[in-house]
């Protein structure tokens, strides 16, 4: 999918890619992370001393290289389907048709879109 495709998207494109970048970051840094262990990243120390909570870190941990690539993969997924396409409505002389959203329809850009961008807040 190339960046030009969406240049008519002023302003809002910016979003959409640099959403894309961002995510895409988040699963590389995740696919290129040393696998969690013991001897490798060591486990954190817990002022409190609560087991519950080592084995909540623990668990945390081991699991999160490959939740945070499938999260990641969802959020590309989501933003290849939710992307701007032509306005193709009708408008009203010399006024632009509002863009919308290849995936809902909705107004560009859509809700999902507008969600996802807190993450780069
Ligand atoms: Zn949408």
């Known amino acids: 999918m190339s960046i030009d495709m969406f240049a008519s998207a ?3 494109l ?4 640099r959403l894309r970048l961002y995510v895409e970051g988040v ?3 995740a696919a290129q992370a ?3 262990g013991p001897d490798t990243v060591g486990v954190p120390a ?3 001393g609560s087991a519950l909570l080592r084995i909540n870190d623990a668990a945390f941990y081991a699991n999160a290289r490959t939740e945070i690539a499938a999260f990641a993969d969802l959020c590309l997924s989501l933003l290849d389907l939710h992307r701007p396409r032509d306005g193709g409505g009708l ?3 010399s006024t632009a048709a509002a863009q919308r959203c ?3 329809m909705l107004r560009w850009p859509c ?3 507008r969600e996802m961008s807190h993450l780069l807040k």
């Open 14 to 17: 910016d979003d959409h890619e």
């Open 34 to 36: 040393a696998p969690w």
């Open 91 to 93: 408008s009203s002389g």
């Open 46 to 48: 817990q002022p409190t």
């Open 27 to 29: 699963r590389e840094r």
């Open 111 to 113: 809700p999902t879109i």
């Open 102 to 104: 290849n995936c809902c």
């Open 10 to 12: 002023a302003g809002q």
